[in-house]
């Protein structure tokens, strides 16, 4: 079975600074996918950025990031330049490949951008 | 398309009483899924269906729980009879199948709003 931990339970970020958000998975896959979801007080959840393990480059969407390390089974979200708007929690999840689309998650960061 | 769409959005109900959730995936996607979002445990897949077959339920957490798809553009929860720990948020998600190589976004599921339910 998959597992996925984030060992960040809650952090904070001053208003146009940088934050990176961890994530580690456990897996004896070599086909999945990873992603980070983004869910406001609205409860919506948000897809922020998904990664193919296959690839080794390491997605980009604009003002959020990842370090995907595959040998250390780590996949952290970067966050440049926050925004108020970025105060959500973010979950990073797990999806084996060619096995129905299934996603593990993990126990999310709460993250708050101070003004 | 409107995305994935469920209802209600909210229920308060009295245990004992029997609770249906519904969700309807966005057309053309095969596959459903049902999770579960609790302050304690997370968000846990419950259940997922393609085209509109159970696949793996084994999270659904006890017999109390049931879910149905009897076509490809709805889906139902049903708790009965309710209990004050099934009080959480429930989604619905849906998403097609990988290899589509006219779909821009395989793999990624969309989630429905969700249903915060409340059991007294």
């Known amino acids: 079975a998959q597992t996925v931990t984030q060992s960040q339970p809650e952090m904070s970020v001053q208003e146009a600074e940088t934050v990176t958000l961890s994530c580690t998975y456990d897996?004896?896959?070599?086909?999945?996918?990873l992603f980070w979801y983004k869910q406001p007080p609205s409860r919506q959840m948000i897809l922020v950025i998904r990664?193919?393990?296959?690839?080794?480059q390491n997605a980009t969407e604009n003002r959020f990031s990842v370090n995907f390390q595959k040998a250390a089974k780590s996949f952290s979200l970067k966050i440049s330049d926050s925004q108020l708007g970025d105060t959500a929690m973010y979950f990073c999840?797990?999806?084996?490949?060619?096995?129905?689309?299934?996603?593990?998650f993990g126990g999310g960061t709460r993250l708050m951008v101070k003004p | 398309d409107a995305g994935v769409i469920q209802s209600p959005r909210h229920e308060v109900t009295e245990m004992g009483q029997e609770v249906t959730l519904r969700c309807k995936p966005i057309?053309?996607?095969?596959?459903l899924f049902w999770y579960r979002q609790t302050m304690m445990r997370g968000l846990e897949l419950l259940i997922y269906?393609?085209?509109?077959?159970?696949?793996?339920d084994s999270g659904m957490p006890e017999d109390r729980f049931s879910a149905k798809m009897p076509n490809a553009s709805f889906s139902t929860l049903k708790i009965q009879p309710s209990e004050p720990r099934d009080s959480a948020v429930y989604f619905c998600?849906?998403?097609?199948?990988?290899?589509?190589?006219?779909?821009?976004?395989?793999?990624?599921?969309?989630f429905g709003p969700g249903t915060r339910l409340t059991v007294l």
């Open positions: 897996t004896s896959e070599n086909n999945y996918y």
């Open positions: 990664q193919e393990a296959y690839k080794q």
């Open positions: 998600a849906s998403s097609s199948t990988p290899g589509r190589p006219t779909h821009s976004n395989q793999n990624e599921q969309f």
């Open positions: 057309s053309g996607h095969d596959y």
């Open positions: 999840a797990f999806m084996r490949g060619n096995a129905g689309n299934m996603l593990t």
């Open positions: 269906f393609n085209n509109n077959v159970p696949i793996d």
